[in-house]
T-cell receptor, first 118, second 116 residues
Framework: GAVVSQHPSRVICKSGTSVKIECRSL??????MFWYRQFPKQSLMLMAT?????????EQGVEKDKFLINHASLTLSTLTVTSAHPEDSSFYIC??????????????FGEGSRLTVL | AQTVTQSQPEMSVQEAETVTLSCTYD???????LFWYKQPPSRQMILVIR??????QNATENRFSVNFQKAAKSFSLKISDSQLGDTAMYFC?????????????FGQGTRLTINP
């Protein structure tokens, strides 16, 4: 299956700093990527849909200025948590749809990134 | 808006037993896809099984099978001959639209423990 890679897998930062998480599709071009957030023992909540070459579409309640998403190429989307605070600590997961699998609806997931804000 | 509901927060069975995880969903779409994903302690999301709504036949992947009841909007997962490695969080998920192009919506998850 298609491979999606996330980096870094773990990041610890001080409150007030910004953190960037990268999501790459390694063997396919992804026009659309999705960013999810997962709190401990909870489900995955969609934050935003990242569209290559255009602005991301954010879910209701997600702060656009807090969570900046850039999808500058067909293989890379980035999530930047700006002015991070302890309440932003969470597990962030990206996913992408392989155009070759569009008739299956399947999404391929990255390994996830655990953010801890001190 | 589509919703996915998993009513069993936790389940526990003995190794080699069969276990069924429940999932219901709500949608007005006619064309959609349903999935079961597994999330082991590593947190990597792994696709277990997929069902296209237009297919009446229930999907099967080795020890994993589904009972898809479209009219009832029910999509349960049966794991036969359960193994210790099946211990994980299991999420039911839905995506709709043409060729499943819409976003993937997850249920709350069921924590499954297989006991030796």
């Amino acid at each position: 299956g298609a491979v999606v890679s996330q980096h870094p897998s773990r990041v610890i930062c001080k409150s007030g700093t910004s953190v960037k998480i990268e999501c790459r599709s390694l063997d396919f071009q992804a026009t659309t990527m999705f960013w999810y957030r997962q709190f401990p023992k909870q489900s995955l909540m969609l934050m935003a849909t990242s569209n290559e070459g255009s602005k991301a579409t954010y879910e209701q309640g997600v702060e656009k200025d807090k969570f900046l998403i850039n999808h500058a190429s067909l293989t890379l989307s980035t999530l930047t948590v700006t002015s991070a605070h302890p309440e932003d600590s969470s597990f962030y997961i990206c996913s992408a749809r392989d155009p070759a699998s569009t008739n299956t609806g399947e999404l391929f997931f990255g390994e996830g990134s655990r953010l801890t804000v001190l | 808006a589509q919703t996915v509901t998993q009513s069993q927060p936790e389940m526990s069975v003995q190794e080699a037993e069969t276990v069924t995880l429940s999932c219901t969903y709500d949608t007005s779409e006619n064309n959609y896809y349903l999935f079961w994903y597994k999330q082991p302690p590593s947190r990597q999301m792994i696709l277990v099984i997929r069902q296209e709504a237009y297919k009446q036949q229930n999907a099967t992947e080795n020890r994993f099978s589904v009972n898809f009841q479209k009219a009832a909007k029910s999509f349960s997962l049966k794991i036969s001959d359960s193994q210790l490695g099946d211990t994980a969080m299991y999420f039911c998920a839905f995506t709709g639209g043409v060729q499943g192009a819409q976003k993937l919506v997850f249920g709350q998850g069921t924590r499954l423990t297989i006991n030796p």
